[in-house]
């Protein structure tokens, strides 16, 4: 209610100022009226429904929510409304669900559920839990020290598909079963399995529960129950450290035993000794088992009897009584003891166990010698004995517990035993045949480590007992511990299987490969030390496999030996907003990529590029898990070696010296050389680790490299921790190394050319100019030029200059270099073969080869020290082939990419194969390019060429730059 006269503003006056313009006050698409009258300056014009000074209040009968979104309103002639309900609502404003289970049962005391459209029938589901028993009074035992899995079975009885949740709840039922425990981390559950490790719950019994149910049908439930009993894994009593079997000992020198410092308790971080007691008995060992030949033994008590007693001296212990110390000269010398401990828990006398250790008293000075088992779990304490499962290997470890003076030496013998039944002993006899198969069952036989395979145990199966005593001798003392063997029944193979008979697996993986890979083998790892040696190979070799396989399968698309990725083609079709990574700015991709819904090769590249830089790393830190894991069960002379079609891999531990001229043959032509000189000392143990893969990583830089007809090769060379070692020789003496191809490599037959026709009157030589332009100058390739004449009883003259004419005559010496191609030194297959190495065509773009056929005066012979010169024009009386081919040798460096840099290419390179000459250790490759047939060049050709501004070459065609 504005007087407001119609006027215009604005610069050029075309912008209104009148109160419908300015306002627009009329609401729910009613029209404004400008009016002249003094008490309003417009008036709002209604649609049909609405009124109101500004058309504010509906009246309409049909509004948005009058059918409350389940149907569509539609307005009578009364000014009245009726709701066209959608399929599945009833009701004035489609407010109902029609129940379509109204006076339906289902059958099997199903629920019914009614959905929009129909309904759905549910019985609750079946729920199995995967235990040897499931019943309180027949308890699954569980070790303390053991993790275990529980998993179930789940079969849903539905019409139609529903939502379904687990939960898994565990309760203490030792008093009771009221009160469920939380099930935080590291407890882990899925829908249908529970994981618990190790010494997460408490000894004690323990409800285990699993219920499933529908979200929406709260009737649809069902459970499972299983009964476990956490029970002790046992403590292992050792008298001494690592639980050796037997010791020697000097008479004159007191002897402790400590059971409280050295036993262990797998179900807890380290073992509590005042939580037991401890009792103590000794007998003189090898005398019959009578009464009072084993003795308890008291504070201070003496014996005297030898019948009877142990020693004539004293001995004392702690208050606790967890060790014992026997005073000097208690022990007869030249007598062997046995001793034994019991312990009782104090709280609960049920758990017990027992120690022993063998004591062999002589007159000589001598020190403590801890023997152990390398893999703890491999060795089972049963008495004074340790169980041994006869297809393990066993490793042992040994040491001096308070080494003094210089060492000298270190020997291990083994003894085979039998039982004695009249004195409950073994007899020992000494292993004769050892140095009949030292490195081969043995190894370490002079080292603190040894090992024996598992073909001494099942190559003498008639043998139940076995000693392994280590010998340590210096200038003034001898030592010694063993342990003692029994050999246990090898475990019998299980059962699998699936129930019911026709059961699926159905897993959504939203990781790439080469992380599962990873994380199993880095499991692998940690695990290596509980894990005989064959089920880590086994293990290991399964993972080396998958992730070869893995790097393979990214990288054949990027060499383009394969069909690319189907979501790597997806992405290639869209635009993104996260190309700001450094294969982005390498590739130099700006514009292309914001081309929407256009699929390119560029696109494709950067994002299989981007996937194979993760597998790239993901595959290293794979690779060097499982050499960790296969690093812990070697002993020197001993080898891993993991040979497939997808993978070669091999893991040797050795001594320093054994470097010097090594040659590695993995397999197929490929070989590693390491020379006398390094930088290597003859101090420790190495291990050294090779690896051969059918195909070398793509560069992340497309197009500079042509690898992908090479396979890939690495070495390294591992200290004692597994930690890897810098080599570097000098160029005088580089490692070498043979890097086969593709065996399915097809060679590219020769270019004939008919010299026979050609006269030239101006020229002595036939000229042929070679293309070896790189797209990056820093990466350097070898010249390799075939010639075959069609009479092989003639010799030629080739002479050759790097971007430009080569001329020789009596007047003129303007070469890089000759060769004279005789008859006498044809290979077998007839043909004439030179090399460039890659220091000599670094940088060039191109080299024009002259060839010329000698004459019957000129004498071919590969001891001239300068070519034959003449000025008569060439003249050939045989035509001849031509072929030529670069190679290379490449490194990876921390960037994924590959260098050539400190890399030199051996004349002994082929088709097959490519020889490399390196200073240095590292993944290495080699490249093969076929150079397209050399052009020939007539006269003319010659003087553009030398008139030509040689930087206008581009994308590698060199003969089109020079319009030839």
């Not at 019943?135 to 899995?149: A, H, I, P, Q, Y």
């Not at 529960?209 to 956490?230: C, F, N, Q, R």
């Not at 291990?687 to 690495?714: D, E, Y």
Request: charged share 15%.
């Amino acid at each position: 209610m504005h007087n407001k006269r119609l006027t215009a503003t604005g610069i050029n006056c075309n912008t209104s100022n009148s109160s419908c313009d300015l306002l627009k006050p009329c609401q729910n698409h009613g029209t404004c009226i400008n009016t002249q009258t003094d008490n309003d300056c417009y008036v709002c014009l209604c649609a049909t429904g609405f009124n109101g000074t500004h058309c504010e209040f509906d009246h309409r009968p049909c509004k948005s929510q009058t059918c409350l979104g389940h149907g569509e309103c539609h307005e009578t002639l009364d000014l009245s409304f009726f709701c066209l309900c959608h399929d599945g609502w009833t009701g004035v404003h489609c407010e109902s669900m029609i129940n379509f289970c109204d006076n339906f049962t289902c059958l099997n005391n199903g629920t019914c559920r009614s959905s929009s459209l129909n309904y759905t029938c549910c019985s609750p589901p079946s729920v199995r839990l995967a235990m040897e028993s499931n019943s309180f009074g027949n308890l699954t035992k569980v070790r303390r020290n053991d993790e275990f899995f529980i998993s179930a079975y789940i079969e849903l009885f539905c019409m139609d598909s529903i939502e379904v949740v687990s939960q898994w709840t565990i309760a203490n039922c030792t008093k009771n079963c009221s009160s469920s425990m939380s099930l935080s981390h590291p407890i882990i559950t899925t829908f249908s399995e529970i994981y618990i490790p190790a010494k997460k719950l408490e000894y004690g019994i323990y409800e285990v529960k699993l219920t499933v149910s529908s979200v929406d049908i709260p009737m649809v439930t069902a459970s499972a129950v299983g009964y476990i009993e956490i029970i002790p894994t046992g403590i292992m009593v050792n008298l001494i450290s690592n639980g050796t079997s037997m010791i020697t000992h000097d008479s004159q020198q007191n002897l402790t035993l400590d059971p409280g410092r050295f036993s262990e308790d797998p179900d807890e971080n380290e073992f509590n000794s005042t939580k037991w007691n401890y009792t103590y008995y000794c007998r003189i060992h090898d005398l019959p088992v009578t009464a009072g030949s084993s003795v308890l033994m008291n504070d201070n008590d003496e014996i005297s009897s030898p019948n009877c007693s142990c020693f004539t001296g004293q001995f004392s212990s702690t208050e606790s009584r967890s060790s014992v110390t026997i005073t000097a000269n208690s022990l007869v010398v030249n007598r062997t003891y046995q001793f034994m401990v019991n312990i009782t828990h104090r709280a609960n006398s049920y758990f017990q166990a027992s120690g022993y250790l063998l004591v062999k008293v002589e007159n000589a000075r001598s020190q403590m010698v801890a023997v152990g088992c390398v893999i703890a779990t491999m060795c089972s304490r049963k008495g004074e004995f340790q169980y041994i499962n006869p297809n393990t290997q066993l490793a042992l470890f040994s040491s001096l517990m308070n080494q003094t003076g210089l060492l000298n030496n270190i020997t291990w013998n083994v003894y085979t035993g039998m039982m004695n039944s009249s004195s409950d002993t073994q007899k020992w006899s000494l292993f004769t045949n050892m140095n009949d198969y030292r490195d081969i069952w043995f190894f370490g036989a002079n080292r603190s480590h040894f090992t024996a395979t598992n073909q001494l145990f099942l190559t003498y199966r008639s043998i139940k007992f076995w000693r392994f005593e280590v010998v340590y001798i210096s200038m003034a003392e001898k030592s010694s511990s063993a342990l003692h063997f029994e050999i246990n029944q090898p475990p019998k193979p299980g059962i699998c299987s699936i129930t019911p008979s026709n059961g699926t697996i159905t897993t959504k993986f939203t990781m790439l490969a080469s992380s599962k890979c990873r994380d199993m083998a880095i499991t692998l790892e940690s695990m290596a030390r509980m894990v005989s040696s064959d089920d880590v190979k086994k293990i290991g070799n399964q993972l080396v496999q998958c992730a070869a396989n893995v790097l393979s399968a990214v990288n054949v698309p990027l060499q383009q030996r394969g069909t690319i990725l189907e979501l790597d083609l997806n992405r290639s079709s869209a635009t993104s907003n996260d190309y700001d990574d450094d294969i982005y700015l390498n590739l130099n991709l700006n514009g292309i990529f914001m081309k929407e819904n256009e699929p390119s090769y560029e696109r494709n590249f950067y994002h299989q590029k981007r996937t194979a830089n993760i597998v790239v790393k993901q595959v290293a830190e794979t690779l060097v898990a499982i050499t960790n894991a296969f690093n812990i069960h070697l002993n020197v002379g001993q080898n891993m070696t993991v040979n497939t079609t997808s993978v070669f891999t091999s893991l040797e531990k050795t001594l320093v010296s054994s470097l010097s001229n090594k040659r590695i043959t993995p397999f197929e032509g490929a070989q590693i050389h390491l020379p006398l000189s390094s930088n290597l000392t003859e101090s420790d143990t190495i291990s050294v680790w090779s690896l051969m893969q059918p195909l070398a990583v793509a560069s992340a830089t497309p197009g500079q490299v042509n690898t992908s007809l090479s396979t890939m090769i690495s070495l390294s060379i591992l200290d004692s921790h597994g930690k890897e070692i810098s080599i570097h020789t000098d160029n005088e003496n580089p490692m070498e190394f043979f890097i086969p191809r593709d065996p399915n490599l097809i060679v590219p037959p020769m270019a004939l050319y008919n010299a026979t026709l050609i006269h030239d009157a101006k020229h002595q030589f036939y000229f042929h100019m070679i293309n070896i332009t790189q797209s990056n100058v820093n990466l350097t390739v070898s010249l390799h030029i075939e010639m075959r004449p069609r009479n092989r009883s003639r010799n030629y003259l080739m002479i050759f200059r790097f971007d430009g004419q080569p001329q020789l005559s009596t007047l003129i010496n303007n070469i890089d270099d000759w060769s004279l191609l005789c008859s006498s030194n044809i290979s077998g297959d007839g043909i004439h073969k030179y090399f460039i190495n890659n220091n000599r065509t670094a940088k060039h773009r191109f080299v024009i080869v002259g060839l010329r056929e000698l004459n019957t005066s000129e004498v071919c012979s590969n001891k001239s020290l300068t070519p034959p010169i003449t000025d008569q024009p060439f003249n050939f009386s045989a035509d001849y082939e031509l072929r030529t081919f670069t190679s290379a040798c490449y490194y990876l460096d921390s960037n994924n990419n590959w260098q050539s840099d400190g890399l030199l290419v051996g004349p002994m390179t082929d088709h097959y194969q490519t020889q490399c000459f390196s200073t240095h250790l590292s993944t290495f490759t080699s490249g093969y390019s076929n150079v397209p047939n050399p052009v020939l060049l007539s006269n003319d050709r010659f003087g553009h060429i030398q008139n030509s501004c040689l930087s206008f070459y581009v994308d590698g065609n060199i003969v089109n730059a020079l319009n030839l």
